[in-house]
């Protein structure tokens, strides 16, 4: 089963799921790709086995899946980094189409006085490279990495091979409605190194656009940011499902929009 092209004439619409069900609700109502985790109190952790082997029979759409095996942090000690390549591992064995994650150095700590934290590269592309050619985004863990460290962050997440960003474009906890022209600059980012020696489009991540994304501000930041790709949990009540009025609706003012351009 394929992936959409980030590329595609119309914008694709993922949404987070964190269970069987509200996947499934989620592919009826339209979503163009499933993200996968579990523990929506926990900001998504990794889903378990079990329920990405019943989504594969049923769905026919893509179900990336979350490779986060605790909430604590996103700097991980040896022993969870084992983990998580052996949940990647496991799960690619199940039928994953793809791998969300991202792994931050620790900061301001010792000789590192950055003020913010800075992309593991090591242990990311090692991720990228058991994933085995599936497609990798890199969450939200981008944006706990200051504004004035972004351009380090996107040349080693392009580094690692991610295939795409998943940000509000800005600080954890604002929302993406809030932060539209910063979104606009790293949909638009180009890296003038690499664009000097061979094509940038080819390897630079696609940004996802998440972080409050709904039906009432979907266009607005479609119209605003020019991005391909947006992400969504879909919630109307704050709690672990989807509505899938909002689904629906996210989905016909993208259809709608697409028209007008």
């Not at 086995?49 to 990336?64: D, F, G, M, R």
């Not at 993406?176 to 980012?189: E, H, M, Q, T, Y």
């Not at 391909?228 to 499902?241: D, I, K, P, Y």
Request: net charge negative; charged share 20%; aromatic share 6%.
């Amino acid at each position: 089963m394929g992936d959409q092209p980030l590329n595609a004439p119309h914008p694709l619409l993922e949404i987070a799921c964190f269970d069987e069900h509200s996947a499934i609700l989620a592919a009826s109502a339209g979503a163009d790709r499933i993200e996968l985790c579990k523990d929506y109190n926990s900001g998504g952790l990794s889903p378990d086995i079990a329920v990405l082997e019943n989504l594969k029979a049923k769905l026919s759409i893509p179900v990336y899946v979350m490779i986060r095996p605790h909430a604590d942090t996103f700097c991980y000690h040896d022993s969870d980094f084992e983990t998580m390549k052996e949940t990647l591992v496991d799960l690619k064995s199940r039928g994953a189409d793809g791998f969300v994650f991202g792994i931050l150095m620790p900061y301001g700590q010792g000789t590192d006085q950055s003020p913010s934290p800075r992309v593991d590269v090591p242990r990311n592309k090692e991720l990228v490279q058991l994933a085995g050619g599936l497609p990798c985004t890199f969450h939200r863990a981008f944006d706990l990495i200051s504004e004035t460290g972004w351009q380090g962050a996107l040349r080693d997440i392009m580094d690692c091979g991610f295939a795409s960003i998943l940000t509000n474009g800005g600080p954890s906890g604002t929302s993406a409605i809030d932060c539209v022209d910063k979104l606009a600059f790293l949909v638009s980012w180009k890296d003038d190194e690499v664009a000097r020696s061979q094509p940038a489009d080819q390897f630079i991540p696609k940004i996802i656009v998440g972080g409050g994304v709904r039906a009432s501000n979907i266009s607005r930041l479609r119209k605003g940011t020019s991005a391909s790709v947006f992400h969504s949990a879909a919630l109307s009540t704050g709690v672990e499902g989807i509505s899938t009025a909002e689904v629906m609706g996210m989905k016909r003012h993208l259809s709608a929009q697409a028209v007008l351009e």
